[in-house]
C-alpha cells in the first residue's frame, strides 16, 4: 500500500526522503519502503518499461538529478588503467616495442598521448573486439602509459563518502536480479522452440544492460559497488530463489534450474544410466555425438589398463572413445555447474545466450577492478567447457568465436592470473579435456596402411567443427596461456596432461589422406585440406613451439627428455594401430605427420639449446627405419605430384604441395620432416638409406647401364622428373644446415637471401615469406632489430618509381652484388619455392647479374655453394656421401649421360656433379675398424674397393652385367657380331650371355663373365634390412616380400622377355667427367696437362657445367695425390671418344643433338630480337601516352602543304586513301566529358585538404562558378539569343576530344563494332555504348570523327601575305558571313537533284555531333531560357571548340613558351573537330542585324528607336567574352577560310579585347589616380599614332565610362583597399598584357591548327611579342622588353568613335533598369593551373579526422569514408543511406563534381579510385610507408607518408584526361560505389 503511495509522488522527492531514512541508524523502516517500492517498480512480470529504469536512476542519485550524480562519482575514480572496451572493427594500435605480451592492445586515445616515436608500433582493426591496457604494468612497459595513466591516480583520491553510493548498494542487486529473471524467463532451449528468437528477449533488455556499462563508466568507485554485489554470495542465496509466497519467482527459478541440467560436459541422465551400453543406444541428433563421450567416461572408471584404451572399438566404422576420465584427475570438469553469486549466472546467461554483444562489453567493462578481475577469471574458467559446448552447437560460431575471444584474451594474457587460476582451477586439465571432447564428436577411422584392420582414428577434415575452424577461440586461448613459462612448466611436468596431449596429437596423424587415381579424374575435388593444414597448425604446432620457447636452457633438459619419451611412446602405438610393418602403402600420401614433427622439433631443441646427446633421445634402429618412413614417402609424393603423376587428384593435390612447403607452414611441417630424415640419415646404414630413397622415388628401374630398360611404376615422361627429384633430395638432405648446426642469424640471413633471390621483395612480403619462429615471444620476430640490420646488410633498397605504362611500383629490396657472388644458395631456393617458376626467376636473375659484372656470359649452372661445419652430433650424414651405393648410382649416371641415354637431362649433371663436390669437401674421419668382414653376397664390395669418395673416383670398372629386354641395342650389336664370324646357329643360345667387348672375345670371356659387376639397389635393401632386424626365420621371411621375380615383367600385353648381357666399360668417375667436359665443350681436348698445374678452385666459383667439371677434378686432385696421377693418364691419353655406331637408335641423338641445340638457340634468340625491335617501334609510335620526346605518329593537326589530297591509312583494312564524301575516313577519337578547366582556381597554391573542423573549401572563387555566375547576371539583363553568344560554356562539363592519331574508314569501323559487339568476351568497355579500343594500340576510344576530303589544294593562295587595306578585309569578312554553309554532297546525286543530296561524310558529321551531346549531361548543354533552342545548341558547339582549345593551352602548361613539340599536341584533333562544328553551326545562319561584326567594324547610329519597352537590350560589347566571338566567327564563315580574313578578325577582336581591359583596369584605379590618368590621356591624344598609345586610350576610356553613374563609385572604397601600390606605367602595361595574353594564345593555337603554322618556343618574358608577332599584329616588331601592348592595334576607324561607341552601350545601361549589370565590366580572363586538393604529409592525419566523421546528409559514420580529392566532398562509398534514384553517392558526386570523372581517397583502405562514367578502377595509394609500399586497407597499419610523385601522377592523368589509357584494369561500377 505504501507503495503505490510512494509511486504516486514525483521521483525526485521520493528518492530524497528514501535516502534520508536509510541514513539514519536505525533504518528498518526506510529499508522496508525501498524494498516494497522496488518490488512495485521492477516487478518482472510487467515486462521491461522505461519507467522502472527512470525510479532507479533516481534512486541512485537519491534526490540529485542522476548527471549530477554521474559527474560527483566519476570525482573519486581512482582508477589506474584506462580499460576502454572496444568491439569489432574499432581503430586501435599496438606497439611491439612497449607490449610485454603480444597481445597488447592501446585506444587511439592513450596512443596519441603517450610517446611512441621511433617505436614498432602499427594500427590495426580489431577483428574480436579488445580492450586497452593502458596503465596494465602486466601487458606493458610503463614508458609506455599515456600521460593520463602515467600518474598513478589512485593514490590522490579523496576517499568516497558512504553515503554517496548507499542508495546504488541497496538497489543495484534488486535490478541485477531483475535482469538476471528475464534472462531466465525469455530461454528456450534450441531443440524444444520452433521460434525460438533470442534476440526478441536481448532487445527488451538493452536499456538495461547499456544502463549497467554506464554505471561502470562512472569509474573505480561504482566498479566496486558492483563488484560487491556481484560476487556477494549472501545477497545472491537470498534473491534468487525469490520469496516463498511468488509463484512467478518460483517458476522462474525451475526454469533457470532445468537450463542448468544440461550445463556439464556429461548430461545427468548418462550418469545415472552409466554403462558402456549408453553410448550405443541412439541419443537424440541433438546429443549424439557428444553423448558418446560421457557413456564411457563413466564406465573406463572401472577400467585400468592404458594400452586398451587404444584399441577398444567397439565395431568397425563406429566412432573411437577416448576414455577420459581415467587420466582427468578432477571429475568436476565433466558435472553440471553449479553457482554462487550473480557473476558466476550472468556469465552463465551469457553463454546460453551467445554472448550478446551488450552483456559482453558490460563485463569487460568491470575489469580495471582487481578483485573482480580474478574472480571473473575464476567464474569464466569454470564455465569453460560449457562455452565451449555451447559453440559447438552454435549455427553463428564465428561471431561467438570473436566474442569468447574477446573476454578470454583479456583474462589469460596476464601471467599472474593465468598461472593462479592453473593451480587453483586445473585450467589446464579443462582445455585439454575439453579440446579432447570437441575433437570426440568428429573423429572417422583411418584407412593409411591398412585399410580393412586400422585400429587408428583420425578427424575428419570435412566436419563443419574443422572446415569452419570452431575450435580456434579454444585453440587460442591455449597457446595463449602456454606462452606464459610458469604455466608451460606446470604442463610440461605433468605427464599424465602430456600423454593427453599426444593423444590429441595423435588424432591429427595421417589425416587427410590422399588415395592417387589411377583411371580416371575425380569427379569433386574435396577442400578438405584447408582444413588440415589449418588444423596442424594451429592446434599442433602453435602449442608445440609455445611448449619450445621454454625449452631453451640447460635445467630445462628433463621436459625434452619426457616429450620426447611420451612423442616415441605415441609413434610406436600408431604404428601398431595402422599396422605398418616396413613398406609404406602404394599411392597413398598425408601430409600430416604432427607426432614426427612434434618429436623431430624436440630433438633439434634439445641437441641446439639444452647440449643433449643425440643419441640418448634416439630409438632403437628398427623404430628409425619406421620413423623414416612416412616423411620419406611425403619427399617421394612431392616429386610425384610435380611430375604430374597425381593429376587425376585435380588441382587441390597441387594445392597441398604448395601449402607444405608454403611459408607460413614452412617451418612447422616440411623443415622438421627433413630434419628428421636427416637425422634418420646419419644414424642408419648408408647404403639402406640411399637405396630406400631410389626405390621410393620409383627410379631403381633407370639406374642401369643399360641403354633401355623398363619401368614397371612410372612412364617413360615421368622418369626424368623423378629421377631430378631424388637427386635434388638427396643433395638437400646432404646440405641444408637449418636444424645442423647454423645459429638463427645465419638461418635468417639465408631465409632472406633465398627470398630476395627468387625476385626483389617489398619489406611486408619479405616479412611474411620469412619463416618466423611461430612464438611470438621467441625473440627473432620479424620487424625486430635483427630483422632490419639483417635486411640491409644483404639487401639495396629500390625507391618506388613510376612507369609510364601506369603500372605502380612499390618500394623494393634487390640482393646486393656480394649476395649473388657468394651467398646465393640455389638448393635454399628450391627447397623454399611454392612454384617451380621461381626457381628458375632466380636463376635468370642470377644469369643477369654473372652478365651483369662480366663474370660469365652464358648459361650458368646453379652455384656451388659451401656450408656450415655440422654440429657434432650428425656427423653421421656425411656417410651417405660416402657409400658404395652413392658411388654406383652416381657411375652410372656419368656414363649414361655420357653415352646420351634417355631421359637425362643437364639438370640430373648437375646434382650429380653437386653429390660429388659434397663428398669431396665432406670427407669422413678414417675409422677402418667399422669394414666388417665381408659376406659373400654383398654383391656391391665388387665394385668398389672402399667406401670413400676420394678414392672410388679414380677405380676402373670393366666389365658390368646388365638385364635387357631383347630388342635392346646391346643384343642387335653382339647378334651382327656373331654373324660376322659366321658362328654356327648352334652356339647361338650359349653366347647370348657374351659380353660387349670385341677384342677379348676368344676364349676368356668366362673371366669377364666372373667380374662382371652387377647392381641391384633392392636386393640391396632388403638384405641390409633384414641384417638390422634379426628376428626368427619365420617373420623375417614375411617382412622380406619375395624378390621381384620376373613375374613382374609380365603385365598383359607384355614386354619382351629380358636378358642377361654383359657391357665392357673400362673408365673411372673421372676418366667419365673427363669425357663428359670434352663432349659439354665439344673440342677433343678440352683438358690439357698444363691446365691442371695452374688450377685455382677460388676463380670456378660461378659459370657453367664446364667450370663446375674443372672445379670438381681441381678438387680431387689437390686432395689426393692418386686422382692427379691418373687424371694426368687420363688427359695424357686423350683418346677421341668412339664415334658411335650409326646403327643403333640410341646413338643417333649423339653429339650433333647439342650442335642442333645451340643452332635452334641461335635462330630463337634471333627471331626474338627481330620481334623485339619491331614491337619497340610500334610502342614507339603507338603507346607514347605521355613522353613529348618523340614526335606525332601522323601530325593530323598539321597541314603541310602537300601536293594534291592528305592520304589516311586505314588501321582495319589496311588500305591507304583519300577521305571521300563517298567513303569517309575517321579519326580514333574518345570523347570526354571533363570539369578540369571549371575547377581552376586564380592563385597557384592548391587548396589545403581540411583536416578540423575550423577549416573549409570555399567553392565559389573556381572557374566554372565565376562563369556561372556571369552567365546568369547576363541573363537577367539582356537579351537572351545575345546572352547565349557573349560567353562559352563547357567550364564544367565541357566535351573534350581527343586521339590516338590513327585513322579507319567509317563502314570499316562499322564492321569492327559489330565483331566486337558478337565477341562478349571483352570486359571492361560497354560496346553498346560505342566504346571500343583502337584496332591498332588498343587505345580506349567512343567514336570517330570523319575527316574533311581535300584539304591542301589551293593551300598556298590560301596562306598568301595579302597587302589589302584593313577596311577592305572588313567589308570582305562581312560579305563572308552573308554567304550560307556549302553542304559537301555526293557527286551522282549532285546532279539529280541538288537540294536533297546527303553524303554519308555529312551523315556522319552529323552522327559525331551526337555522340558528342550524349558524351555530357543535359544540364552542361541547356544555358538558355527555353532550352533545346537553336540559340542554346549553337552556345554548346562553339564552347566544345572552346574548351578543346583552352584544355590543349593548359596541357602545354598554360601558355605557348614550349613552342610546337608537345605531348598534347599530338593527341589533338582541333583541325577535324573545327571542321565538323563549322559544318554543324553553318546551319545557324546569324541574323545580320545583330551580327556583331557590324557593331565592332562600323560606327551605327543610336538605335534606341528600336528598343521596346519589354524587349531587353543586348548584351554590350565591353561585357562579352572576345575568345567566344572569335570562334564564332571562325566556325561560321565558309571553310577554308583565306588566312588573311583570319588575320583580320583577330585585329578587330584584339581591338575589343585591349579596351576591355582598359575598361577593367580604370576600375581597379583610385578616384584621384583616374583624374591623373585620364588627364594624361587628354594630353597625348592630339599626338600622331595615339590610337597606338594606350595613354590616350586609357585616359579616353575613363572619361567615357564617368559618364555612366555607377561604373566608378560602387566600389571605390574597396578598390582603395585593394591596391595600396601605387599604378607606374610599367605596372599598367604589364598587367594590360597579361588581360590579353589568353586571347592571344587561343588564337595562336587556333592559326597553329587551321593553317598549320609552327609555333616558335621563347622565353615567357617574351611571350607577347612573339605572339602578336606571329598572329601579325605589330607593325614593326620592337625588341621584347619595351614591346607596348597597343602597338598592335589596329583600327579601321577612328578609335576613339569606336571606344565611344562600345562605351555609349554601357552609360544607356545605367540609366535602364539594368544597371545592376554594370559590374560585368570587372573580368579577369586569367586562371591558373588545374590542381587536385594539397595533402597533409601523414596519412594518420585524415585518417584520424576523417574515419569517425559522421555524414552530412545522412548523419551516421560512414562504413567506407571517401573524399573526393577534386574538391574536398566527404562522401560515402557504396552507402545505401545516401543514395538517390538507386545511385549511391561517389557516383552521383562525380557526376556532379568532374561531369562524370570522380577521384576518391578510400579513408579505409588509404587507395584511390577512379570513376569514370560508368567504369571505374583502383588506381593505388599515394601514401607510402618507410619501406615505399602501400598499405592497402591499412592491413599493416604502419605510418604512411605522402609520395609526392605519384601524387604529381595523378594530377596529371587528371588534367591530361589520360585515365583510360594508363589505367588498364577497369570494370563497371553499376552505380554501386
Known amino acids: 500500500m505504501m507503495a503505490a503511495s510512494l509511486l504516486r509522488r514525483d521521483k525526485k522527492s521520493t528518492a530524497a526522503h528514501l535516502k534520508a531514512d536509510l541514513k539514519r541508524t536505525d533504518n528498518s523502516s526506510g529499508l522496508r519502503q525501498l524494498q516494497e517500492l522496488l518490488d512495485s517498480v521492477l516487478n518482472p512480470e510487467r515486462g521491461s518499461d522505461p519507467e522502472a529504469l527512470e525510479w532507479c536512476k533516481w534512486l541512485l542519485a537519491g534526490g540529485d538529478g542522476f548527471d ?118 525469455g530461454y528456450t532451449e534450441p531443440e524444444s522452440a520452433a521460434d525460438r528468437d533470442l534476440q526478441k528477449v536481448l532487445q527488451q533488455l538493452e536499456p538495461h544492460i547499456s544502463f549497467l556499462e554506464e554505471l561502470t563508466k562512472m569509474g573505480g568507485a561504482m566498479r566496486t559497488v558492483l563488484t560487491k554485489i556481484l560476487t556477494n554470495q549472501q545477497t545472491f542465496k537470498e534473491l534468487s530463489m525469490g520469496q516463498e509466497e511468488n509463484v512467478y519467482a518460483k517458476r522462474n527459478y525451475e526454469k533457470y534450474l532445468s537450463a542448468l541440467k544440461s550445463s556439464g560436459l556429461v548430461s545427468v541422465e548418462e550418469k545415472g544410466a552409466g554403462g558402456a551400453g549408453a553410448g550405443a543406444t541412439d541419443t537424440p541428433a541433438g546429443a549424439g555425438a557428444l553423448s558418446l563421450l560421457g557413456a564411457t567416461a563413466a564406465a573406463s572408471l572401472e577400467d585400468s589398463s592404458k594400452e ?24 568436476s570438469i565433466m558435472d553440471t555447474l553449479k553457482h554462487k553469486c550473480f557473476l ?34 575464476k567464474t569464466f574458467v569454470q564455465h569453460y567447457a560449457f562455452i565451449m559446448k555451447t559453440l559447438m552447437k552454435s549455427h553463428e560460431s564465428d561471431t561467438m568465436s570473436n566474442r569468447i575471444v574477446h573476454i578470454s584474451v583479456q583474462l589469460f594474457s596476464n601471467e599472474e592470473l593465468a598461472r593462479h587460476v592453473t593451480e587453483e582451477c586445473q585450467l589446464l586439465d579443462i582445455m585439454v579435456t575439453v579440446l579432447l571432447y570437441m575433437m570426440e564428436s568428429c573423429l572417422i577411422k583411418s584407412e593409411l596402411q591398412d585399410e580393412e584392420n586400422n585400429r587408428h582414428v583420425v578427424v575428419n577434415c570435412g566436419e563443419a567443427l574443422l572446415k569452419n575452424n570452431t575450435y580456434w577461440p579454444l585453440v587460442s586461448d591455449f597457446i595463449n596461456i602456454l606462452s606464459h613459462q610458469s604455466v608451460a612448466k606446470r604442463f610440461l611436468e605433468d605427464h599424465s596432461l602430456l600423454l593427453l596431449w599426444m593423444s590429441f596429437v595423435s588424432f591429427f596423424q595421417g589425416m587427410n589422406l590422399n588415395k592417387r587415381e589411377l583411371n580416371e579424374h575425380v569427379e569433386f575435388e574435396s577442400q578438405t585440406y584447408y582444413a588440415a593444414f589449418a588444423a596442424e597448425l594451429e592446434a599442433c604446432a602453435q602449442p608445440m613451439w609455445g611448449l619450445l620457447t621454454h625449452c631453451k636452457v640447460k635445467e630445462t633438459q628433463e621436459y625434452t627428455k619426457t616429450v620426447v619419451r611420451y612423442c616415441l611412446e605415441t609413434l610406436q602405438m600408431w604404428f601398431d594401430a595402422i599396422g605398418f610393418v616396413d613398406e609404406p602403402a602404394l599411392n597413398q600420401l598425408t601430409f600430416h605427420l604432427p607426432l614426427h614433427r612434434y618429436y623431430a622439433m624436440f630433438l633439434s631443441k634439445g641437441v641446439k639449446c639444452q647440449g643433449l646427446d643425440l643419441d640418448s633421445l634416439l630409438p632403437d634402429q628398427e623404430m628409425l627405419m619406421k620413423i623414416m618412413v612416412h616423411p620419406l614417402q611425403i619427399q617421394a609424393s612431392l616429386s610425384e605430384i610435380h611430375s604430374n603423376m597425381w593429376v587425376r587428384n585435380g588441382l587441390q593435390i597441387k594445392g597441398q604441395a604448395m601449402t607444405y612447403v608454403q611459408s607460413h607452414f614452412c617451418n612447422s611441417m616440411i623443415d622438421p620432416d627433413i630434419y628428421l630424415l636427416q637425422v634418420c640419415a646419419s644414424r642408419l646404414d648408408p647404403d639402406y638409406f640411399i637405396s630406400s630413397v631410389f626405390e621410393r622415388f620409383k627410379v631403381v628401374d633407370l639406374l642401369t647401364m643399360a641403354s633401355q630398360h623398363q619401368n614397371a611404376v612410372l612412364d617413360s615422361e615421368q622418369e626424368r622428373p623423378m629421377l631430378e627429384g631424388a637427386l635434388t633430395f638427396l643433395v638437400i638432405l646432404s646440405s641444408l644446415r637449418i636444424h645442423l648446426g647454423m645459429s638463427d642469424d645465419e638461418i635468417l640471413r639465408a631465409e632472406m637471401v633465398s627470398q630476395l633471390c627468387m625476385n626483389d621483395r617489398t619489406h611486408s612480403s619479405l616479412l611474411d615469406l620469412i619463416p618466423e619462429n611461430p612464438n611470438p615471444k621467441s625473440g627473432v ?4 632489430c635483427s630483422f632490419e640490420e639483417m635486411l640491409s646488410a644483404v639487401a639495396d633498397f629500390k625507391a618506388p618509381v613510376f612507369e609510364p605504362g601506369g603500372s605502380m611500383q612499390q618500394g623494393m629490396y634487390t640482393p646486393k652484388a656480394e649476395v649473388w657472388e657468394k651467398e646465393f644458395d640455389p638448393i635454399m631456393v628450391i627447397l623454399r619455392t611454392v612454384y617451380r617458376r621461381d626457381v628458375q626467376s632466380a636463376m635468370d636473375r642470377y644469369a643477369a647479374f654473372l652478365k651483369q659484372s662480366g663474370v660469365h656470359t652464358g648459361n650458368p649452372w646453379p652455384p656451388y655453394k659451401e656450408r656450415t661445419p655440422l654440429h657434432p652430433c650428425y656427423k653421421g650424414l656425411v656417410r651417405l656421401l660416402h657409400c658404395k651405393t652413392l658411388h654406383i648410382v652416381i657411375f652410372t649416371l656419368l656414363y649414361k649421360i655420357w653415352m646420351d641415354h634417355q631421359n637425362m637431362s643437364e ?29 659373400e653376397e654383398h654383391c656391391h664390395d665388387s665394385w668398389f674397393p672402399g667406401t670413400s669418395l676420394l678414392s672410388n673416383l679414380h677405380h676402373v670398372i670393366n666389365f658390368v652385367r646388365v638385364r635387357v629386354p631383347e630388342t635392346a641395342p646391346e643384343v642387335e650389336r653382339k647378334r651382327e657380331r656373331e654373324r660376322e664370324r659366321e658362328t654356327p646357329p648352334s652356339t647361338s643360345s650359349e653366347s647370348a650371355t657374351f659380353g660387349q667387348s670385341s677384342r677379348r672375345l676368344t676364349g676368356n670371356w668366362r673371366e669377364n663373365l666372373r667380374e662382371a659387376q652387377v647392381f641391384s639397389l633392392v636386393a640391396e635393401r632388403r638384405r641390409k634390412f633384414q641384417e638390422i632386424i634379426n628376428r626368427s626365420n619365420h617373420e623375417a621371411s614375411q617382412a622380406v616380400r619375395p624378390k621381384s621375380s620376373s613375374s613382374r615383367w609380365l603385365p598383359p600385353g607384355s614386354p619382351p622377355q629380358l636378358v642377361t648381357e654383359i657391357l665392357e666399360i673400362r673408365e673411372s668417375m673421372l676418366s667419365l667427367l673427363v669425357k663428359l667436359h670434352q663432349k659439354l665443350s665439344a673440342k677433343q681436348n678440352s683438358l690439357s696437362l698444363s691446365w691442371l698445374a695452374e688450377v685455382d678452385p677460388a676463380h670456378h666459383a660461378h659459370g657453367d657445367g664446364l667450370t663446375a667439371i674443372e672445379r670438381i677434378l681441381a678438387k680431387a686432385s689437390a686432395r689426393s695425390r692418386h686422382s692427379k696421377r691418373c687424371l694426368q693418364e687420363i688427359c695424357g691419353k686423350v683418346c677421341p671418344p668412339i664415334p658411335p655406331k650409326k646403327n643403333s637408335p640410341g646413338d643417333k641423338k649423339s653429339m650433333d643433338k647439342e650442335e642442333r641445340r645451340q643452332r635452334a638457340r641461335e ?70 566529358a571533363s570539369s578540369v578547366l571549371g575547377h581552376r582556381c586564380r592563385s597557384d597554391t592548391p587548396k589545403r585538404l581540411p583536416t578540423t573542423d575550423e577549416e573549409h573549401i570555399y567553392p565559389e572563387d573556381t572557374c566554372g562558378a565565376t562563369n556561372d555566375v556571369r552567365l546568369s547576371l547576363m541573363q537577367r539583363y539582356f537579351k537572351d539569343s545575345s546572352c547565349l553568344q557573349s560567353v562559352s560554356v563547357g567550364w564544367d562539363g565541357g566535351v573534350y576530344v581527343q586521339t590516338c592519331g590513327h585513322t579507319l574508314h567509317i563502314d570499316c569501323h562499322k564492321s569492327y563494332m559489330e565483331s566486337l559487339r558478337n565477341d562478349q568476351v571483352l570486359q571492361g568497355f560497354s560496346v553498346d555504348k560505342g566504346e571500343f579500343t583502337c584496332p591498332l594500340c588498343r587505345q580506349f576510344a567512343n567514336s570517330v570523327l570523319p575527316c574533311r576530303p581535300g584539304r591542301g589544294i589551293e593551300t598556298p593562295a590560301w596562306h598568301a601575305p595579302s597587302n589589302k587595306s584593313m577596311s577592305t578585309l572588313v567589308k570582305e569578312v562581312e560579305d563572308l558571313q552573308e554567304q550560307l554553309g556549302i553542304f559537301p554532297v555526293s557527286a551522282s546525286v549532285k546532279q539529280r537533284d541538288p537540294i536533297l543530296a546527303e553524303s554519308n561524310l555529312s551523315k556522319e558529321m552529323e552522327s559525331v555531333i551526337k555522340d558528342i551531346k550524349n558524351t555530357t549531361q543535359k544540364k552542361y548543354m541547356d544555358y538558355g531560357k527555353n532550352p533545346g533552342s537553336p540559340d542554346n545548341d549553337f552556345l554548346f558547339m562553339y564552347s566544345v571548340a572552346r574548351t578543346n582549345l583552352e584544355l ?74 572576345v575568345p567566344s566571338l572569335l570562334i564564332i566567327f571562325i566556325l561560321t564563315m565558309p571553310q577554308p577560310l583565306r588566312k588573311e580574313h583570319f588575320t583580320c578578325v583577330v585585329k578587330v577582336l584584339y581591338s575589343l579585347q585591349y579596351t576591355q581591359a582598359l575598361a577593367a583596369l580604370s576600375i581597379r584605379f583610385s578616384r584621384e589616380e583616374r583624374l591623373a590618368w585620364s588627364n594624361t590621356g587628354a594630353a597625348k591624344k592630339n599626338m600622331p599614332n595615339s590610337d597606338k598609345s594606350w595613354e590616350s586610350l586609357l585616359g579616353h576610356v575613363i572619361s567615357e565610362l564617368t559618364k555612366a553613374k555607377d561604373v566608378y563609385d560602387t566600389n571605390s572604397e574597396e578598390a582603395l583597399m585593394l591596391s595600396s601600390s601605387v599604378w607606374s606605367p610599367q605596372s599598367i602595361e604589364f598587367t594590360l598584357q597579361q588581360f590579353c595574353l589568353p586571347f592571344l594564345r587561343l588564337s595562336c593555337l587556333l592559326q597553329h591548327h587551321l593553317y598549320g603554322d609552327s609555333l616558335p618556343g621563347c622565353q615567357v618574358e617574351e611571350e607577347f611579342s612573339l605572339l602578336t608577332g606571329c598572329l601579325s599584329l605589330a607593325g614593326s616588331v620592337q625588341s621584347s622588353g619595351s614591346m607596348s601592348s597597343a602597338a598592335g592595334l589596329e583600327w579601321n576607324l577612328n578609335a576613339f568613335d569606336l571606344i565611344n561607341q562600345w562605351c555609349s552601350e554601357v552609360i544607356d545601361l545605367s540609366s535602364s533598369p539594368s544597371q545592376q549589370s554594370v559590374s560585368l565590366l570587372v573580368q579577369d ?41 577534386v574538391c574536398g566532398a566527404f562522401v560515402c562509398l557504396k552507402g545505401h543511406c545516401c543514395k538517390q534514384q538507386g545511385v549511391c553517392e561517389c557516383v552521383l558526386h562525380s557526376q556532379h563534381c568532374g561531369a562524370a570523372t570522380g577521384i576518391f581517397l578510400l579513408v579505409n583502405a588509404s587507395v584511390i579510385i577512379i570513376i569514370r562514367g560508368h567504369r571505374f578502377c583502383l588506381w593505388g595509394s599515394v601514401y607510402l610507408d618507410a619501406h615505399g609500399e602501400e598499405d592497402r586497407d591499412l592491413r599493416r597499419g604502419k605510418p604512411l607518408y605522402l609520395c609526392e610523385e605519384r601524387y604529381r601522377v595523378l594530377e596529371q592523368q587528371w588534367v591530361s584526361h589520360t585515365f583510360d589509357h594508363i589505367n588498364k584494369r577497369w570494370g563497371p561500377h553499376y552505380n554501386g560505389l
Request: proline residues 5%.
Open 68 to 185: 549530477e550524480f554521474c559527474r560527483t562519482v566519476r570525482s573519486y575514480d581512482n582508477a589506474t588503467l584506462c580499460g576502454l572496451v572496444w568491439t569489432a572493427n574499432f581503430v586501435a594500435y599496438r606497439c611491439r616495442t612497449c607490449g610485454i605480451s603480444p597481445c597488447m592492445s592501446l585506444c587511439a586515445e592513450c596512443f596519441n598521448n603517450g610517446d611512441h616515436t621511433g617505436h614498432d608500433f602499427n594500427m590495426f582493426r580489431s577483428q574480436a573486439g579488445g580492450a586497452c591496457d593502458c596503465g596494465d604494468g602486466n601487458v606493458m612497459r610503463e614508458s609506455g602509459f599515456c600521460s593520463r595513466h602515467r600518474l598513478k591516480t589512485g593514490e590522490n583520491v579523496p576517499s568516497v563518502p558512504r553515503d554517496l553510493l548507499l542508495m546504488s548498494e541497496m538497489v543495484l542487486p534488486r535490478f541485477i536480479i531483475t535482469i538476471i529473471q528475464y534472462l531466465r524467463d
Open 308 to 331: 586398451e584404451d587404444q584399441d577398444g572399438l567397439q565395431g568397425v566404422g563406429q566412432r573411437k572413445r577416448v576414455k577420459l576420465s581415467s587420466s582427468t584427475k578432477d571429475p
Open 344 to 377: 558466476e549466472e550472468l556469465l552463465f546467461w551469457t553463454i546460453k545466450y551467445e554472448f550478446p554483444q551488450k552483456m559482453v562489453t558490460f563485463l569487460l567493462n568491470m575489469l580495471p577492478d582487481q578483485d573482480y578481475k580474478i574472480t571473473f577469471t
Open 781 to 784: 620476430v620479424p620487424g625486430s
Open 907 to 935: 639438370h640430373v649433371l648437375c646434382m650429380v656433379l653437386y653429390l660429388i663436390e659434397l663428398g669431396l669437401d665432406n670427407q669422413v674421419q678414417d675409422d677402418k675398424v667399422e669394414e666388417e668382414p665381408c659376406i
Open 1163 to 1232: 635462330r630463337q634468340q634471333k627471331l626474338l630480337a627481330e620481334f623485339a625491335s619491331r614491337q619497340k617501334s610500334f610502342m614507339e609510335t603507338a603507346m607514347d601516352v605521355e613522353s613529348p620526346e618523340t614526335d606525332a605518329v601522323m601530325d593530323v593537326g598539321s597541314a603541310e602543304p602537300l601536293d594534291s589530297e592528305v592520304l589516311y591509312d586505314c588501321v582495319i583494312c589496311g588500305q591507304s586513301g583519300p577521305s571521300t564524301e563517298d567513303r569517309p575516313t575517321g579519326l580514333v577519337v574518345l570523347l570526354q
Open 1448 to 1521: 590543349e593551352l593548359v596541357h602545354r602548361g598554360g601558355n605557348l613558351c614550349s613552342g610546337g613539340a608537345s605531348a598534347a599536341a599530338k593527341r589533338s584533333c582541333l583541325n577535324q573537330l573545327f571542321h565538323v562544328l563549322a559544318m554543324h553551326m553553318r546551319l545557324y545562319s546569324i541574323d545580320s542585324a545583330y551580327n556583331p561584326w557590324t557593331r565592332l567594324t562600323q560606327s551605327t547610329h543610336s538605335r534606341e528607336t528600336e528598343f521596346c519597352d519589354d524587349e531587353r537590350p543586348e548584351v554590350p560589347m565591353l561585357f562579352r567574352d
Open 1725 to 1765: 580572363p586569367q586562371w591558373a593551373a588545374p590542381r587536385l586538393l594539397h595533402l597533409p604529409d601523414n596519412y594518420n592525419t585524415i585518417f584520424q579526422y576523417y574515419h569517425r566523421k559522421s555524414c552530412t546528409s545522412c548523419g551516421k559514420t560512414p562504413k567506407d569514408p571517401a573524399l573526393c580529392l
